[in-house]
């Protein structure tokens, strides 16, 4: 069952921004961080940006630094990554994540993610 539910994404020309949000679908447990992963196609998924719930320390890729924010609301539930200065690159499906680990490490280690959503696909068009 998907536990994590993405939306938000879309087409957008380069320079365009987004915002994603991510909501669970169901009573998840035990969650110190969150965060946001990405697969282009032919490439692996790779991190983006992560973020404790309980304080809001943020880490990010260098890939995105100064463009995405990731950003988590405790009273609605709700992750989100507000995304600038799109680049064609920046195309793939977005996942998000949580688990019981740090942001650093569930960054170098997609194994410690305990949740994943279904993905939500953006698409960058230069």
């Known amino acids: 069952q998907v536990q994590l539910v993405e939306s938000g994404g879309g087409l957008v020309q380069a320079g365009g921004s987004l915002r994603l949000s991510c909501s669970p679908s169901?009573?998840?447990?035990?969650?110190?961080?969150m965060g946001w992963f990405r697969q282009a196609p032919g490439k692996e998924r790779e991190f983006v940006a992560t973020?404790?719930?309980?304080?809001?320390?943020?880490y990010h890729a260098d890939s995105v630094k100064g463009r995405f924010t990731i950003s988590r609301d405790n009273a609605k539930n709700t992750l989100y990554l507000q995304m600038n200065n799109l680049k064609p690159e920046d195309t793939a499906v977005y996942y998000c994540?949580?688990?019981?680990?740090?942001?650093?490490?569930?960054?170098?280690?997609?194994?410690?993610?305990?949740?994943w959503g279904q993905g939500t696909q953006v698409t960058v068009s230069s």
């Open positions: 994540a949580a688990g019981r680990s740090s942001p650093q490490n569930m960054a170098v280690n997609l194994r410690l993610v305990d949740y």
């Open positions: 169901m009573r998840i447990f035990s969650i110190y961080s």
């Open positions: 973020i404790t719930w309980n304080t809001g320390s943020a």
